[in-house]
């Protein structure tokens, strides 16, 4: 049974930047798929970003592209979203999701959820 620690949410002015962790334990890091997903009240949950077991394969969703970049550190068995350019549209609650496959998908079918971290951008 995985758990992932999500950190690294706040409050940032547009044009900002923050850097989102996820840490995980209780299992094998490197079985599973990861992605970032975020969501904001009353709406369904959206796909940001996602990386394949090993880091080499990235997968972003449209608001992603250009801006956040993801990526994976087995040996500290943490994913990261690096979120530049931010935008208050980029306003959510952000979630990471472990998936146990070698593939990313974009949809929130993940077997296991971070608590999720809030992400505010001002104008």
Not at 117 to 122: A, D, G, L, N, W
Request: include cysteine.
């Amino acid at each position: 049974h995985v758990q992932l620690q999500a950190s690294g949410g706040g409050l940032v002015q547009a044009g900002g930047s923050l850097r989102l962790s996820c840490a995980a334990s209780g299992g094998t890091f490197s079985s599973y798929a990861m992605g970032w997903f975020r969501q904001t009240a009353g709406k369904e949950r959206e796909f940001v970003a996602g990386v394949a077991l090993q880091g080499t394969a990235t997968v972003y969703g449209d608001a992603a592209k250009g801006r956040f970049t993801i990526s994976r550190d087995n040996a500290k068995n943490t994913v990261y979203l690096q979120m530049n350019s931010l935008k208050p549209e980029d306003m959510a609650v952000y979630y990471c999701g472990a998936r146990r496959d070698q593939w990313v998908v974009r949809v929130p079918k993940y077997d296991y959820w971070g608590q999720g971290t809030q992400v505010t951008v001002s104008s």
